[in-house]
């Protein structure tokens, strides 16, 4: 898992090098040498769009090795400029600012000269969860470990906030962005397109520390987690609902069920066959059970294999010396034993013999 989060990194990144690699452009008549003009506006969406005075912006250069900010305030009419800036293409440029607990900004390209004045939009913060709602959720279930009796679970969660606020998480560990996992489950791995999302892993999964404005985001976490038998059972809670609702597995790994939901259906998935269960329209705090039966187990060898790998064989010579001197101990104590019985019946033989005569046994 950690190889396919590592790939998705990669092509992000990637694909925001190929949006910000158009070389060393320069618009007609300009320069590298030529200074550049950062200027816009912060405004209140919330509020109807007004100006936001007296807001800090800031003006972040990035290089590969460090990063420097410069801060300006907005003037009466939510305005700002940074001047006098000199262009370096190997820096990445962007703005930002901080308003009621969420960051706002947006990068900014100077590979064509000074960029027309932006606008940087805020909104007003709430803490009432209403304003988050789910719009898909997607579970991938792969092919299990037979040898582990484990199983490699993808989950993918598009979060949205449709009302004119941002969410902002309180005080209250509740008031977190909380996900579910199965019992058990460990290799936690999750990336998210929210902007400076925390993660704190809980007893009964995990949870996002993060403001969450107006739009729509992505949430995709991986795990591995443990069945026992032949079976297992996932209970997946919708604590903002969810417009739709898909459960995939490999066709041929057992059968995929759903108490609440019913059997599943088989469904193309790039060529193979899937087995699906998918409902639409899940009401808030609503839960769904789900069953995979006839899951495989492990072989009397693969079991005696891994009894086998289980062992630490640090330990193995150490032990085996100490049984060897333990059976060469209890022999010797038999022996010891024998003899001992058998001088016994010598002298009890040598007590019950005749006298001697005095005889010589020849007449």
């Not at 703005?95 to 007003?124: H, N, W």
């Not at 019992?183 to 969450?212: C, N, W, Y």
């Not at 976490?221 to 898909?246: H, M």
Request: aromatic letters at 8%.
């Amino acid at each position: 898992m950690n190889a396919a989060l590592r790939f998705l990194a990669v092509a992000v990144l990637a694909l925001a090098l190929s949006f910000g690699a158009g070389g060393t452009r320069y618009a007609h008549g300009q320069t590298p040498d030529d200074d550049r003009v950062i200027s816009g506006q912060v405004v209140n969406r919330t509020d109807g769009e007004s100006a936001v005075p007296g807001l800090t912006v800031i003006l972040h250069r990035d290089t590969a090795v460090g990063h420097d900010d410069e801060e300006t305030v907005t003037d009466e009419e939510g305005q700002f400029c940074f001047e006098g800036m000199e262009f370096d293409p190997s820096i990445r440029y962007g703005v930002s600012v901080f308003y009621q607990g969420t960051f706002y900004g947006t990068d900014v390209d100077l590979g064509d000269g000074s960029p027309d004045p932006m606008l940087l939009i805020v909104y007003e913060a709430t803490q009432d969860q209403n304003a988050l709602t789910v719009s898909a959720a997607s579970l991938l279930l792969t092919v299990p470990d037979e040898d582990n009796r484990t199983l490699w679970g993808l989950e993918i969660v598009k979060l949205r906030n449709s009302t004119d606020t941002a969410y902002v998480p309180g005080s209250d560990p509740m008031s977190r962005i909380r996900f579910g996992l199965p019992p058990g489950a460990v290799e936690l791995q999750v990336h998210t397109t929210i902007r400076d999302a925390e993660m704190t892993q809980v007893d009964i999964g995990f949870a996002l520390k993060a403001s969450v404005p107006p739009g729509e985001f992505e949430v995709m976490y991986a795990y591995v987690f443990p069945y026992a038998g032949d079976r297992t059972n996932i209970s997946k809670s919708f604590p903002y609902g969810a417009d739709s609702v898909r459960i995939l597995a490999p066709y041929g790994i057992g059968e995929l069920q759903s108490v609440d939901l019913g059997a599943s259906e088989i469904a193309d998935v790039g060529g193979k066959p899937y087995q699906l269960i998918q409902a639409s329209n899940v009401a808030r705090g609503a839960s769904i059970s789900i069953n995979i039966l006839d899951l495989p187990a492990p072989s009397t060898s693969q079991r005696l294999r891994r009894s086998l790998g289980d062992i630490r064989f640090e330990y193995v010579a150490p032990a085996g010396l100490v049984l060897l001197m333990g059976l060469l101990v209890g022999l010797a104590l038999l022996r010891r034993r024998g003899t001992g019985r058998r001088r016994a019946r010598s002298n009890d033989g040598e007590e019950q013999s005749p006298p001697p005569t005095g005889k010589t046994g020849i007449e």
